[in-house]
């Protein structure tokens, strides 16, 4: 999960559609706006291009029936995610800028196969805890179904992190010319973008190590 800038103003055809008995929050352009909003990403695991996408409430429309039709209440979320969450509340609203994400969560997989995803509050609050707790439901699995589900995401993720060393460590092999090393850094940063999937994870990588920290520390900025 990282920070989205959701764009404004709202789709004109929410405010028609909240006013018939059964209206469409699907309706116009909002899931081509949400799907660039969010990079095409599930804006929960962080899954690139998901083959099964919900329109999703941030604030559940059963307990929040006033919000079905606000368009800053709608994001783009995969299946997966969207049924886990179901009706919790009480989490961090990724549209919401004004704290960085990966600044209250850590986010931790080892590249080795199966390896578990791991999601840590560094700070004790509801909305952070309950989030954290979301997230490894996310990745890890809640039911034997959703274990399958989420090992396949995992998977994803761990040939994203894989990938992502084999960048750094290249980076910093003995021997590169200037153009390597700007080659490898335009792709480091391609990889640490709003747009690449599993971004936070990678932005881990880099905050948890010194000498990652002193080279890139633009770059998650």
Known sequence: MINIKKSQPAPLCLSDEKEKANGDYKCGHVLKRLKDDFHNKCYICEEREPSSINTEH???QKKYPKLIFDWNNLFFACTHCNSIKGVKDNLIDCTDNSEIITDLLKFEIKPFPREKAKVTPLISRLDINSTAQLLNEVYNGTTELKNIEGLNIRNKLIREIVEFG????????????????????????QKLSKEAPFTAFKIWIIKDNEELLKEFKELIN
């Open 166 to 189: 084999r960048l750094l460590q290249e980076y910093y092999d003995f021997g590169l010319t200037k153009e390597d090393k700007e080659y490898l850094q335009k792709k480091i940063k």
């Open 58 to 60: 941030f604030k559940p």
